[in-house]
C-alpha cells in the first residue's frame, strides 16, 4: 500500500510550501552543528567546554548559535549554576529525547553508507 504525497508529512495537497513551519524546525535540528550537538547531548548532560570538546571543529559562536536555537525551540535545556566562574549545563528537554529517537537511526545510516557513497 503507498501512501500519497498529499498524506506524507510536510506536504499540503501534494506540494511542500514555502512557507510551512517544518521548514524553520527542519533547518533547526538538522543543521550541521544542530545534528551534531543533539548527538552530542544523547549521551547526557554536558558543559559549554564539554560540547566544544566533542563537536570538533565548532567555533564559539556557532555553538553559542545552535544551542540558544535548540533552546529556544524547547529540544534542549540549558541550566545556568550562579557560581564564579560561570557553571553551565545542557540536555536534552523530553522533545529532544524523543527527536534523538529518530536522528540516532538516521546518523547510522549515514555511518553505515559514508564511505560507499565518497569512494572516488
Not at 547531548?41 to 554536558?46: D, R
Request: glycine residues 6%; contains cysteine.
Amino acid at each position: 500500500m503507498s501512501i500519497s504525497l498529499a498524506d506524507r508529512p510536510g506536504f499540503t495537497d501534494g506540494i511542500l510550501p514555502a512557507a510551512c513551519p517544518t521548514r524553520t524546525v527542519l533547518d533547526h535540528v538538522t543543521s550541521k552543528w544542530g545534528v551534531l550537538v543533539l548527538l552530542a547531548l544523547s549521551e547526557g548532560t554536558l558543559r559549554w567546554s564539554e560540547l566544544r570538546r566533542v563537536v570538533e571543529g565548532i567555533s564559539e559562536k556557532m555553538l553559542a548559535q545552535t544551542l540558544r536555537t535548540l533552546e529556544r525551540d524547547g529540544i534542549i535545556i540549558r541550566t545556568a549554576y550562579p557560581t564564579i566562574p560561570p557553571h553551565v549545563e545542557y540536555r536534552l528537554s523530553e522533545r529532544g529525547v524523543a527527536l534523538n529517537a529518530h536522528l540516532i537511526p538516521l546518523m547510522a545510516w549515514i555511518d553505515d553508507n559514508a564511505d560507499a557513497i565518497l569512494a572516488p
